[in-house]
């Protein structure tokens, strides 16, 4: 199992662009979950979503939308990118939620910087 | 508002010796706490959790202390090795409301274990 994967690891975007942060994970997880995570801070939650079809807002949904059309993927899109996005994005993925926490499982990052 | 706190930025602990990483919280709705090992350029990893039933959970070197009443953990590493230089995110979650399938996030904490 590759687990949780996230492309691309690192871009640069300008002011006023968009783009899509690819997400994907292979462990037939339910859950999945955007975050970012500024220098110095902890992560905060963006987007979540509880199955293919359901989404719902985090912390710090601003600026960004999601979709979740298969259990597999769920791209970040950033739709006029801000210098105030410029972050690290890790996308995480957990089994449905039981009577026992499932622990969330995490992708290694997409460096963002917004010039 | 931080509902996790993480209030040491970094430690610094010789090899051999015991690191103990503290972590506060605020929402007595939180039911699970977890800690997150991550090392640069990699996504964070899951370490050990603690639900709210219990005061104390073991795994190996690593050991989860919880007291509830001072909504406060802390995690012991115990001998601390080099390799056990991270950072270390406490998180908390819960099954009720706002908390259901959602991790918290501290700010972390900068392990160095020297030799």
């Known amino acids: 199992n590759a687990g949780v994967t996230q492309t691309p690891k690192f871009r640069i975007l300008k002011i006023g662009q968009s783009m899509t942060l690819q997400c994907t994970q292979d462990m037939n997880h339910n859950y999945m979950y955007w975050y970012r995570q500024d220098p110095g801070m902890g992560l905060k939650l963006i987007y979540y979503s509880v199955g293919a079809g359901i989404t719902d807002k985090g912390e710090v949904p601003n600026g960004y939308n999601v979709s979740r059309s298969t259990t597999e993927d769920f791209p970040l899109r950033l739709e006029l990118a801000a210098p105030s996005q410029t972050s690290v994005y890790f996308c995480a993925s957990s089994e449905t939620q039981g009577a026992v926490y499932n622990e969330q499982f995490f992708g290694p990052g997409t460096r963002l910087t917004v010039l | 508002d931080q509902q996790v706190k993480q209030n040491s930025p970094s430690l610094s602990v010789q090899e051999g010796r015991i690191s103990i990483l503290n972590c506060d919280y605020t929402?007595?709705?939180?039911?699970?706490f977890l800690w997150y090992k991550k090392y640069p350029a990699e996504g964070p990893t899951f370490l050990i959790s603690?639900?709210?039933?219990?005061d104390k959970n073991e795994d190996g070197r690593f050991t989860v202390f919880l007291n509830k009443s001072a909504k406060h953990l802390s995690l012991h590493i115990v001998p601390s090795q080099p390799g056990d230089s991270a950072v270390y995110f406490c998180?908390?979650?819960?099954?009720?409301?706002?908390?259901?399938?959602?991790?918290?996030f501290g700010r972390g904490t900068q392990l160095t274990v020297w030799p």
């Open positions: 998180a908390a979650s819960g099954i009720r409301g706002s908390t259901l399938g959602r991790l918290y």
């Open positions: 603690i639900s709210s039933i219990k």
């Open positions: 929402n007595s709705m939180f039911d699970y």
